[in-house]
């Protein structure tokens, strides 16, 4: 009797959780921030068109969700360093929602030269966002982790659009990164990541650029009008040696 219902405890158990995740209501001129601080795991944050001038860091669990990636924003000056900090997330998402710093053109100088976003040993999904105007490389990945960027676009950032750094098995699939001052894609010494069905136009250095000390999976990219291109992109494109 008891091995019969351990499976239906278990289900139960997991009902019970699944029912108690909650949706917060971000509403214009509210603070994002705050919202993530009282939410628990497995809630999601829905956040209402607007711009949000405030640095944000993901809690474990936590899905935010923008109501129109054009139409929320978030931003923050270069000198207050990333916009959004994604650490030793096991789990959570982010969705539709602009990232930026603002006023970039104008903040030459005694800036903070960190990313617009920065992920490290986190398992998250980064789905149908915008990436613009860092003063540096737009994404920063380090460490572990399976983080998962899709569906977005990464533009005008001073450094690169992506940069990979560790040993990590992050996805990066069907983004448009362009116009990027650097590269599109770079990756240092980074292992088993996944780079699929990307546009990578009219970045000023590479459409993507991996060290020699870099695995990867990588297929079905499309390079357009970068400055230059490389070796590997040769072998990508036109199956060189």
């Not at 019970?16 to 209501?25: F, G, P, V």
């Not at 096991?90 to 602009?98: D, K």
């Not at 992920?119 to 998962?148: E, L, P, Q, Y």
């Amino acid at each position: 009797m008891p091995i019969r219902t351990l499976p239906f405890f278990i289900c139960a158990v997991l009902m019970l959780e699944s029912s108690l995740a909650a949706t917060i209501e971000v509403a214009q001129g509210a603070s994002i921030q705050r919202a993530i601080d009282s939410a628990a795991p497995d809630d999601t944050i829905a956040i209402a068109p607007g711009t949000y001038r405030e640095q944000l860091v993901l809690k474990d669990g936590v899905t935010l969700i923008g109501k129109g990636r054009e139409d929320v924003v978030v931003e923050m000056p270069p000198s207050a360093g990333n916009v959004l900090v994604i650490k030793g997330c096991f789990s959570g998402g982010v969705h539709s929602i602009t990232f930026r710093h603002a006023e970039a053109a104008e903040s030459e100088g005694a800036v903070d030269p960190r990313a617009v976003v920065s992920v490290a040993n986190s398992n998250v999904d980064f789905d149908n966002c915008v990436v613009s105007n860092g003063v540096a490389n737009g994404i920063r990945i380090d460490g572990a982790g399976h983080t998962k960027i899709r569906n977005c676009v990464i533009r005008n950032n001073r450094g690169s659009g992506i940069a990979l750094f560790g040993k990590g098995m992050p996805e990066i699939v069907d983004n448009t990164i362009q116009d990027n001052d650097v590269s599109g894609i770079v990756l240092h010494e980074s292992r088993s990541a996944t780079v699929s069905g990307n546009v990578l136009k009219g970045n000023k250095l590479y459409g993507f650029w991996p060290d020699d000390k870099s695995s990867l999976d990588a297929s079905n990219n499309a390079f357009t009008e970068n400055a230059l291109i490389n070796a590997f992109e040769c072998r990508t494109m036109f199956g060189a040696k």
